[in-house]
């Protein structure tokens, strides 16, 4: 196991939202794909670069690895950790509607970091032809989902997160996965600041915080 690897976290309740990804969505550069057979089972692989906050520039080729199985989705993060006062920070409330006010956000060693995922099951039913916030919700045609991935201290120059959604699993928002192979699926990695102790360090860990503008992210469309 990654020396990052302290803590491991799943997905959390998330209250609806009303998110902007079509940012990062028309920013971002779209990796390969190849599909390798294991034993019955087909494995689409895709790799795509992690692109700066907000879109328009790559922070780190190839940064982002998404597996896909007929009942699975993968997703392998490897990029340098931002430097410390070299970004913007998210402000305490910027959260979703009904969730709690963030824990202080400030610049500091080692910062927190959070791993998050958006699939979208129907793309091709997506509103104004593109997978944003309009299509996440359990009433949505293009059946949008949130899970949380990982939850991670920076300790190391190279940031590692991974995380693995299986069909029936629990979303934190939406009806939850039940398309791996042909979703729409968008990987966002959110700013915590300085990590904390106590309750306010497993708030950082297992929150949702900021919006696109100040996040990583990384786009797969369907294979």
């Known amino acids: 196991m990654n020396e990052n690897h302290t803590n491991r976290v799943g997905s ?5 939202i009303a998110l902007v990804l079509a940012v990062v969505v ?5 990796g390969a794909g190849v599909a390798v057979a294991h034993g019955n089972s087909k494995v689409h692989h895709q790799r795509a670069d992690v692109m700066e906050q907000g879109g328009g520039d790559a922070y780190t080729r190839r940064g982002a690895h ?17 430097r ?4 913007t920070y998210p402000k305490p409330d910027m959260v979703p509607p009904g969730a709690s ?3 202080p956000i400030e610049p500091g060693h080692p910062e927190v970091f959070t791993l998050w995922l958006f699939v979208f099951d129907n793309p091709e039913e997506c509103s104004d032809g593109v997978c944003d916030g309009n299509d996440v919700g359990d009433t949505t045609a293009a ?6 991935l990982d939850g991670e201290i920076a300790y190391e120059h190279r940031l590692r997160m991974d995380g693995k959604i299986r069909l029936g699993q629990a ?10 192979e042909g979703a729409d699926v968008h990987v966002a990695m959110a700013p915590h600041g300085t990590a904390l102790d106590g309750a306010d360090l497993i708030r950082q860990l297992n929150s949702p915080v900021g919006n696109p503008t100040l ?9």
């Open 12 to 16: 959390r309740g998330w209250p609806k």
């Open 26 to 30: 028309t920013f971002a550069t779209i």
């Open 66 to 82: 998404l597996r896909r199985t007929d009942h699975s989705l993968e997703v392998s993060w490897n990029v340098r950790t931002p």
């Open 84 to 87: 410390p006062e070299s970004y």
């Open 101 to 103: 006010l963030h824990p």
């Open 143 to 148: 059946r949008g989902s949130v899970y949380q």
């Open 171 to 180: 979303a934190a928002n939406g009806l939850g996965l039940a398309n791996p």
């Open 215 to 223: 996040w990583w992210a990384a786009v797969f469309p369907a294979p």
